[in-house]
């Protein structure tokens, strides 16, 4: 047991080592076209050169297999530092109008310095990690060809957030029923799609549109003050009304993205699904909750089922291994 430890840590020191700039592991399920400003993006998300400590990379937190979220609740970045929100899927954001749970940033060019600088996650100041891709003779070439000028500091997020709008999803079961394939998805899914429409369930009045969110903060009570003290928007807008909203997330490819929520406190879809059925059993004295969710959904064990396996039917074929 203990050897078998010894050898993976080797293993994995080895990988990280013989890690070169500008070059791509195996397997990256949205492979990108060479020489392109979206492969440039690929090639520096999956660098740690971007990491004070050269050892962290955006897929560290933003794993590709996991629809390109984390596994963790919370994940660890640089010298095993912690933060506090859990990493979200990267995929389908190319539509909207805001990032992060707050919504700190306005585009996906304006997002890229946050992660990076950011001391429990890369660590590195943002002119110095322009700095270290600029010394790289195979970027400085590739980002040449591609803006005709070296890395700076509009260039290095513009190639980032390129590569994340590649990450649009929709091989999905759902996608096929939807387009006319009525075997695409099973009896239960089809009825768990009606109840997540319906006023019974209520999931699509914050959850709609095609990647099954309104882009909107809103608070679904987990928020106490106490235990559960992320206060959300309220952090950025200083406004009281924000207390505890987060901004609603999109769901596809929800399945193989867990845990779940800002803080990463449900480890499966059940678990969620339980919470929205009755909210106050979980967090009995929540803050400025949603008047949607005030009362039980009263949700038979086939129904919470039903929702599961809708869900399950939003997940890309590229995301189905696990
Ligand atoms: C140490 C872990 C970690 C690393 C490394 C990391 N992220 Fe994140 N990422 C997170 C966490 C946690 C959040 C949520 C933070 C929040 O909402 O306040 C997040 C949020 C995001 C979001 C917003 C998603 C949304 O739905 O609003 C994007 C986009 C993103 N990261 C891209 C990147 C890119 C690009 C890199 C590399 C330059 C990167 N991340 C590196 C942990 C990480
Ligand atoms: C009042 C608006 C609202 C309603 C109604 C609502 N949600 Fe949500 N949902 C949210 C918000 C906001 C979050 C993020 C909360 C957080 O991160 O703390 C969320 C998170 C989730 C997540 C976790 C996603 C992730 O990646 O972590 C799932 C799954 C989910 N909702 C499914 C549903 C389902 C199914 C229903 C119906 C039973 C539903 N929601 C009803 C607003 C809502």
Same mark, same amino acid.
Request: aromatic share 6%.
């Given at each position: 047991m203990k050897k078998v430890a010894i050898l993976s840590a080797a293993v994995l020191c080895i990988l990280s080592v013989a890690f070169i700039s500008g070059t791509l592991p195996a397997g990256s399920p949205f492979a990108t076209k060479d020489g392109t400003q979206e492969h440039l993006g690929e090639l520096l998300f999956f660098d740690? +050169? /971007?990491s004070a400590t050269r050892t +962290?990379?955006?897929?560290?937190?933003? +794993?590709p297999a996991f !629809?390109?979220?984390?596994? &963790?609740?919370v994940s660890t970045g640089i010298h095993g530092r912690k933060g506090t929100r859990n990493a979200p899927?990267?995929?389908? /954001?190319?539509?909207?109008?805001y990032f992060f749970y707050d919504g700190r940033a306005a585009t996906l060019p304006d997002q890229i310095h946050f992660p990076i600088e950011n001391k429990d996650e890369m660590g590195l100041p943002y002119a110095e990690a322009v700095a270290r891709v600029s010394a790289s003779k195979t970027y400085l070439a590739r980002f040449k060809k591609v803006y005709?000028?070296?890395?700076n500091g509009k260039n290095l997020a513009q190639a980032l957030a390129a590569y994340m709008t590649? @990450?649009?999803? &929709?091989?999905?079961p759902f996608d096929r029923f939807m387009n006319g =394939?009525?075997?695409? +998805?099973s009896v239960s899914a089809q009825r768990g799609r009606e109840l997540f429409m319906s006023p019974r369930a209520?999931?699509? $009045?914050?959850?709609? &549109?095609p990647d099954f969110t309104g882009d909107e903060f809103r608070n *679904?009570? /987990?928020?106490? !003050?106490?235990? #559960?003290?992320?206060?959300g928007r309220f952090t950025i807008?200083? =406004?009281?009304? $924000? *207390? !505890?909203k987060f901004k609603v997330p999109g769901l596809r490819n929800v399945a193989v993205?867990?845990?779940?929520m800002h803080n990463g406190m449900f480890r499966t879809l059940r678990q969620v699904l339980n919470y929205y059925n009755d909210p106050f059993k979980t967090v009995p004295h929540p803050i400025n909750?949603?008047?949607? #969710? @005030?009362?039980? @959904?009263?949700?038979?064990e086939t129904e919470i089922t039903d929702l599961e396996n809708f869900l399950i039917t939003l997940s890309d074929d590229r995301f189905k291994k696990h």
């Open positions: 740690p +050169i /971007l +962290i990379s955006c897929a560290s937190c933003h +794993i !629809g390109f979220a984390d596994t &963790s609740a899927s990267c995929t389908n /954001l190319a539509e909207r109008p005709g000028a070296p890395p590649t @990450l649009e999803t &929709s091989n999905t =394939d009525s075997t695409a +998805i209520k999931c699509f $009045d914050c959850h709609f &549109s *679904i009570g /987990l928020f106490d !003050g106490q235990r #559960l003290n992320d206060s807008s200083k =406004d009281m009304n $924000d *207390i !505890g993205t867990a845990p779940y909750t949603d008047s949607l #969710l @005030l009362q039980p @959904l009263n949700l038979t």
